[in-house]
Structures are given as C-alpha cells and as structure tokens.
C-alpha cells in the first residue's frame, strides 16, 4: 500500500514536469514578441506613408465642398422656374461628367460612405416630388429616353464611371403611379439600380409655422409609406420649399401614433455647395442644395444657380471635396486639420 502511494506521488511529478517543460518551451521568447510587434509598427507607418502619398498626388481634399444639385422635371418647352429640358438636363451631366465628378446618394454624403475614384469630386443629384417626368418606365422596365432618369443612364453609358445615381425625394404622387402594385415596380426598380428613395413629406406641406404633431405627421406619413412599399426607411428628408419648423431638429427626429423616424439629413433648397460631413461646419439639419440653371443675367442664378457655383468650384479646386480613392480614411492637407470634425479622427489622414 505504502509503495503504491509512493508510485503515485512519483508519476503526479512527473506530470508536472512535463506539461511544466511542454508550457515553456511552447511560448516565444520575450526578444521574439517584441520584434515582431517592431515589424508590425513599421509596415503600419510604411503603409500610412504611401497614403499620405497617394492622397498628395491626387491633392485630396476630403473637408471640401461637395455641390448638391436639386431637380424638378426634365420636359419639353417647361414653364419658367425649377424645371429643365431634356437638353439642358443632358448638358449639365456632360458637364459634370468632364470635370470629373461623380454622383453618389444623399444617404451616403450624409452617413460618410464616400467611396469614388482618386482625383475625382462627389455631387448629389436630387429630385423632388416623383413626378413622371423624372421617371417613366415602359412595359419592359425601360426608362423612356427623355426622362431624367433616362437622360442619367444614358450620359453614364457614355462616360465609365460616372455613376447613374441619384436621390429621389417623395411625396404620394408617386411617378403618377395610383396603384400600389405600380409603385412597388417603380420604387423597387429604382432601389435595385442603387437609387435612393428619400421623403419630401407626404402632401408637400410648408413646415414653416407648424406644430411639432403636424410637422412629424407629414413626415411619418410619407416615412410610413415608402416602408410599405419597399421596405427600406428613408436615410433623409428634403424640406418642401426649402423651409424649416419651428426647431430644425424636428425634421431629423420625431415621432407619430408610435412610429419613430431618426434621419441622418434634413436638406434645404438653396444657395451654395454643401460641407463635407467630415468637418466640424457640417449641420446634418440644414444642408443646403444648388438650384440647377444657367446663369441668368439680373438674377438669383447669376450667382447662385448650378451654373455659377459650378464655375466657382472650377475657379477654386483648392475648396472643392476631391477623393484620395481610399473610402476608409479621410485625407486633406495638414493646413486644413483645424476644420476636420473630431468624430472621424481615427481616419483621418493629414498629409
């Protein structure tokens, strides 16, 4: 019995000494970890200097100021005011595709999510109140060639990589579409080519001087529907005739009969190019939009109009939001790093 227990104690050594020996010789000497945490600083700093580089080359800019175009119909002989021809509408796409910008959606301007090629400038191209002549669709889901939608696809065919994007903002006259199944094949035809559905409210109600109740009632209303409809939640309001409630804030958050909206953009209708949202200027509840047109001799638009601001934002690239092609860092020269918002410091990239 004694031997046995003598046994036992030998053989429990013996275990110890072996997991003791299999535990040390299984860990990295202490000079192997620290060289391996040196190898990984210095490919980190390797690649942060070929960023800065990059980012220098094409002379980003991401604090700078993005044009976000507002639209209204694209017809034949339109009225004076907002609307274009067919020709014009084309013509300011040709524009814009030369000078190297490119169209992404106002969720993604709003939310950050700017991911466009090096050396090129993002505009939002928005349109307000779904009227047919924006889009219209044939039997087969083909835009008719005159729409404005139709214009945007065609221009986009003729210029790789300018992206046939846009933000549509709605109201119930959908497209002039009465049936629900219609304005599911509209809406769900817009939202698989990467459109944005956005809400305009549901009457096109001046918000200026309303109550808080009816202010978020036109809001859910519309919010409600397109959910309906589509499924997805709009990301933005546009405010109609560019006027705002009593408190901006209640454009971007409200609520109604127990529905809750929480948007990340609230846009105006005019005057000037719109802030980069990675700067500490950017006011998610009063984001102002160009109004397109030509310039106008004695007019708003000499200065104000697409036309104009476009010219200045050619005049001055040095203030216009220019890519480094890398969605994950946001690059600008260190002379601006006074302007860069301190909710994007871990991507930023000063050069």
Not at 7 to 15: N, T
Not at 114 to 139: E, N, R, W, Y
Not at 190 to 201: A, Q, S, W
């Amino acid at each position: 019995m004694g031997r046995f227990r003598v046994a036992g104690i030998g053989m429990a050594s013996l275990s110890v000494i072996v997991l003791s020996s299999c535990v040390s010789g299984g860990s990295k000497p202490k000079h192997e970890d620290a060289q391996a945490q040196a190898a990984k600083v210095a490919a980190e700093a390797k690649t942060r200097k070929a960023e800065e580089q990059a980012a220098a080359r094409v002379k980003a800019n991401e604090l700078g100021q993005i044009p976000v175009l507002m639209y209204h119909r694209v017809m034949k002989n339109p009225a004076p005011g907002d609307d274009l021809t067919p020709e014009q509408f084309r013509a300011e796409l040709e524009r814009l595709a030369r000078e190297n910008y490119v169209p992404i959606t106002a969720a993604e301007y709003v939310t950050g999510k700017i991911d466009i090629p090096a050396g090129k400038h993002p505009v939002v191209l928005t349109f307000d109140d779904a009227s047919p002549a924006q889009l219209t669709l044939d039997g087969m889901g083909k835009p008719a060639p005159d729409c404005a939608v139709g214009i945007l696809m065609d221009v986009a065919k003729k210029h790789p990589g300018f992206r046939p994007v846009a933000t549509m903002y709605v109201i119930r006259d959908l497209f002039g579409k009465t049936r629900q199944e219609e304005q599911i094949q509209v809406l769900e035809w817009l939202k698989d080519r990467g459109f944005d559905i956005g809400n305009h409210t549901h009457d096109h109600v001046n918000l200026r001087g309303k109550s808080q109740e009816e202010v978020a009632k036109q809001i859910v209303s519309m919010h409600n529907e397109i959910i309906s409809l589509i499924k997805t939640p709009p990301v933005t309001l546009a405010l109609p005739y560019g006027n705002q409630p009593k408190k901006k804030e209640w454009g971007l958050h409200g609520t109604y009969k127990g529905v809750t909206y929480n948007y990340k953009g609230e846009f105006l209708a005019g005057y000037t190019p719109a802030q980069s949202p990675f700067t500490k200027d950017f006011d998610p509840a009063g984001i102002p939009r160009i109004r397109s047109k030509e310039k106008v001799k004695n007019t708003d638009c000499a200065k104000f109009c697409s036309a104009a601001w476009l010219d200045w934002l050619k005049a001055n690239p040095n203030d216009r939001y220019t890519s480094d092609g890398n969605p994950k860092t946001v690059a600008f020269p260190k002379f601006k790093a006074p302007f860069a918002s301190p909710a994007f410091s871990a991507r930023t990239l000063p050069y």
